[in-house]
């Protein structure tokens, strides 16, 4: 006859309530927790069993094995007292009073689930008046995870951080990690600068001879001139002290002189502003939608749409407003110019340019907008158009030598650039530039390859043009270019430096915090999501976060912090 195993589901929950029923009526118990006042009968075999702590305790030759009374200093009586409870029931009560005791006894004793639950508990209670205390208890309990959170938090919110008394209550150090960290989430230097002042006047006879190096973790170029003026020079902890005041010096001087502008620290992460990708051609025979690009997290999201289909267009930038301009609908070269309001999120027509095109260059050079060559659906374009604010039309100014449609444009100096492009029968390697005081056209050196659908960035004294391709009129096979090249206006020369990691025709290009971004584009066979950065200090290119929507065509631009 074959056996057969029989098993009993309930077996442990049964025996552990017998258990329970054994320490409620103190039988069979073999040692007594003394903590404080408190006397906590227990059983050996089930504390070792749940806690690694009192497993170590009576497993070894010490002398606690076998004492019937084991006292246990520097722990909290009422927290042990509901830890030991636990042990026998698998259930434990927090609050936000008791939260920490608990989560220093259970981190002690080694009950794993119980940190990781109390963790998880003072996660969910993180506000900018106890995130600094949870950071301080985490590290102290060396819980990494609610470290890190509470860490992220802080540096999330810390405008409302900074006027909570926890933030007055930090050590030195700790207000110079905070104020000197890339990541602090912060409008502006300004923000950092009023933190500076609320955590030295807390104490300000004790405070404030760290002035001087508090304030060297301000980034006071990044500053405006007239703040610099007008409520950091003028504040007496600062005219008071004459390390301070050369910092404010130095400051100013950067901002009078940027010709000797030294190689500076990029402003924070936070106050970079952010990357717009606009439009483009995608899967869908036209992408409308725009994307936000936050260098914080290093993710696209999508925040708008274009009012309709348009490829080939530009887009400038004029006090946090998108300037769209021109393209095609598919069907027919437009000459309609909409903007779009990046703080409400609303678009608005706009005056249209004189001339219907798609494929130009749009850039901002001296504070109007230029539109530059193009196609106007039956010939290649030279012409120029210039944006007149105050009579809310477009001019022409001095066209270019030559023709040029997916020409690459951009403002380098206080000239404007325009950069390969086709001309009819084929890509340019051709580039001049224009002088709006002179209203001339002038012909640079040449860079080292045809582009057509070239991007181009301006980024420290330098030029940078990327990617495109070289195809002759009569074939259509394009070779796409990874490749990259660098020009300076004060040699006139082309220098190649590291190419991308993939071909990248009609890419998007951008400059944020002294990196240029490449986004999407079209690498022979599909709409590239995909998106890398350029260091010009290490001569690198670096993946980041992809686009939601591969595309190429997209315009990508720079929109400051909306203050």
């Known amino acids: 006859m074959d056996g057969s195993d029989f098993i009993y589901l309930n077996h442990a929950s049964c025996t552990m309530k017998k258990i329970q029923e054994h320490l409620q009526n103190q039988q069979l118990c073999d040692v007594v927790i003394i903590a404080g006042p408190k006397r906590i009968p227990a059983h050996r075999l089930v504390l070792s069993s749940v806690s690694d702590y009192f497993k170590a305790m009576f497993n070894n030759d010490v002398r606690e094995s076998h004492e019937e009374e084991v006292t246990i200093s520097d722990v909290d009586a009422d927290a042990l007292e509901k830890i030991i409870s636990y042990m026998y029931t698998g259930r434990l009560e927090m609050s936000e009073e008791n939260v920490e005791r608990v989560l220093s006894t259970a981190n002690m004793l080694q009950l794993h689930p119980v940190v990781d639950a109390g963790c998880n508990f003072l996660m969910k209670q993180l506000h900018p008046s106890n995130c600094l205390g949870i950071r301080a208890f985490a590290d102290l309990q060396s819980c990494h995870r609610l470290y890190k959170e509470a860490h992220v938090y802080t540096m999330e919110h810390f405008t409302d951080v900074m006027r909570n008394q926890e933030f007055v209550m930090l050590h ?200 530059v060559g193009g196609h106007d659906g039956w010939s290649y374009l030279n012409t120029v158009e210039r944006w007149d604010p105050q009579a809310r039309a477009w001019n022409y100014v001095a066209p270019m030598s030559v023709s040029r449609s997916t020409v690459g444009v951009a403002v380098l100096f206080d000239k404007l650039y325009a950069v390969g492009g086709r001309d009819g029968s084929s890509c340019l390697r051709s580039v001049e530039c224009f002088d709006p005081h002179t209203n001339k056209w002038t012909n640079c050196a040449p860079m080292s390859k045809r582009r057509g659908g070239v991007g181009v960035g301006v980024c420290g004294a330098h030029l940078y043009a990327i990617g495109g391709h070289d195809a002759p009129a009569s074939n259509q096979m394009s070779k796409l270019s990874e490749s990259v090249e660098r020009y300076s206006p004060k040699t006139d020369q082309w220098t190649i430096v590291a190419s991308m990691s993939v071909p990248r025709d009609a890419v998007g290009i951008c400059v944020l915090g002294g990196h240029l971004y490449a986004c999407g584009g079209y690498d022979g066979q599909s709409y590239l999501s995909t998106c890398e950065s350029y260091d010009p200090q290490s001569n690198e290119w670096t993946k980041v976060a992809p686009l939601n929507t591969g595309r190429a065509g997209a315009v990508v631009v720079h929109v400051r912090n909306l203050l």
């Open 172 to 371: 030195f150090n700790q207000v110079c990690e905070l104020v000197g960290s890339d990541d602090v989430n912060v409008p502006s230097e300004m923000t950092l600068f009023e933190a500076l002042l609320i955590w030295v006047k807390h104490s300000e006879a004790e405070r404030k001879q760290h002035m001087p190096e508090l304030l060297s973790h301000i980034r006071l170029t990044h500053m405006s001139k007239e703040f610099l003026a007008d409520r950091v020079q003028t504040n007496s902890l600062i005219n008071q002290n004459l390390p301070c005041e050369h910092q404010i010096i130095a400051a100013m001087s950067y901002h009078m002189l940027p010709a000797r502008r030294p190689c500076l620290k990029p402003p924070r992460k936070s106050t970079m502003g952010h990357l717009y990708a606009i439009g483009g051609m995608d899967n869908s025979k036209g992408a409308t939608s725009i994307e936000r690009y936050d260098v914080r997290i290093n993710q696209w999201t999508q925040i708008a749409q274009m009012t309709g289909r348009r490829l080939q267009f530009g887009v400038a930038v004029l006090e946090d407003k998108l300037y769209v301009v021109g393209g095609r609908d598919g069907l027919k070269t437009l000459n309609s110019v909409e903007c779009f309001n990046s703080r409400t999120k609303t678009w608005s027509v706009m005056p249209p340019v004189a001339t219907h095109r798609h494929g130009l260059g749009v850039a901002v050079l001296s504070g109007p907008m230029y539109a």
